[in-house]
């Protein structure tokens, strides 16, 4: 019962204030790209989404999880474009992928 609880926790999201003065442009063809979606109760992570409409601050994406169609806003900083030879490994609605994390810096050397 807790999986199916957890499952169903939506993705973090954009406050419409945050969307800035410039109306958001709707597109029926939707773009295929990366995007980094933040979640309440994990880390975030970096999928195959599709941008369905954008202005010059904010990216509302959408992508099919394991109960669905999920979509959530993001910044625009967030969202990379992806190629088409992505787009037809998306076809497949039950896939995404998370990219691996960051090597860590080194750390700083201390100063005597």
Same mark, same amino acid.
């Given at each position: 019962?807790?999986e199916?609880?957890v499952s ?12 800035g003065p410039?109306? %958001?442009?709707?597109?029926?063809d939707?773009?295929?790209v990366w995007?980094?979606?933040? =979640?309440?109760?994990?880390? #975030?992570? +970096?999928?195959e989404a599709f941008a369905r409409g ?5 990216? %509302? ?5 394991e109960?669905?169609?999920?979509s959530?806003?993001? =910044?625009?900083n967030?969202? #990379?474009r +992806? ?5 037809r ?8 992928a ?6 860590l810096p080194?750390?700083?050397r201390p100063?005597l």
């Amino acid at each position: 019962m807790l999986e199916i609880v957890v499952s169903n926790i939506a993705p973090c999201t954009l406050p419409a204030l945050a969307y800035g003065p410039q109306p %958001i442009e709707w597109h029926s063809d939707a773009m295929p790209v990366w995007a980094w979606i933040s =979640w309440p109760h994990r880390p #975030t992570e +970096r999928i195959e989404a599709f941008a369905r409409g954008w202005n010059d601050r904010v990216v %509302i994406v959408e992508w099919t999880a394991e109960r669905g169609t999920v979509s959530t806003v993001v =910044w625009r900083n967030a969202v #990379t474009r +992806r190629d088409a030879a992505a787009r037809r490994l998306a076809d497949d609605p039950g896939r995404r992928a998370t990219a691996p994390k960051p090597p860590l810096p080194a750390s700083p050397r201390p100063t005597l």
